[in-house]
């Protein structure tokens, strides 16, 4: 489903100006919850953030478009806001935007007996990311990762 709305709402959250982040579906007995995370693009988003305004255009632009396509049955409530100081990392270019931050990864299978990797994102070549962790490289696909996230 995320695959689905992603493909659907990021072209609506680019043509304001903003960046799709992430979006988060959780489906619930009386009404699921639909909550989108958007952000600025480019170098100097941390320095300008988002605004209630740029919410708030977003909501209205995206609650058009998922009235019309009607991806989700039933009701749901529909969240936007900031992603956060733990900032998920989806694509090659939020990667490479946060090369040199400290990030958490949870890979998809377990490699040397664990899936959680905390350390610094220290380069992004294609679909692959390199963690310095305890003083020694790890490297990841992009393919391979079940969720990363900025480390406040």
Excluded: N
Excluded at 50 to 65: G, I, L
């Amino acid at each position: 489903m995320d695959e689905v709305l992603l493909k659907l709402l990021e072209p609506e959250v680019t043509a304001l100006g903003l960046e799709l982040v992430d979006l988060e579906y959780h489906p619930q007995g009386g009404g699921g919850l639909l909550r989108i995370y958007i952000d600025r693009p480019g170098t100097d988003a941390e320095a300008l953030g988002v605004t209630v305004e740029d919410c708030a255009a977003v909501s209205r632009r995206v609650s058009d478009v998922l009235d019309l396509a009607d991806p989700i049955p039933g009701e749901y409530t529909l969240e936007v806001s900031s992603p956060g100081s733990d900032r998920p990392l989806r694509t090659q270019a939020h990667f490479v935007r946060f090369v040199g931050s400290r990030i958490k990864v949870e890979s998809l299978v377990a490699r040397e007996g664990r899936r959680r990797w905390t350390g610094q994102l220290v380069a992004v070549e294609g679909s692959r990311i390199t963690l310095e962790v305890d003083y020694r490289s790890v490297e990841f696909e992009l393919k391979e990762i079940k969720l990363a996230r900025l480390v406040p």
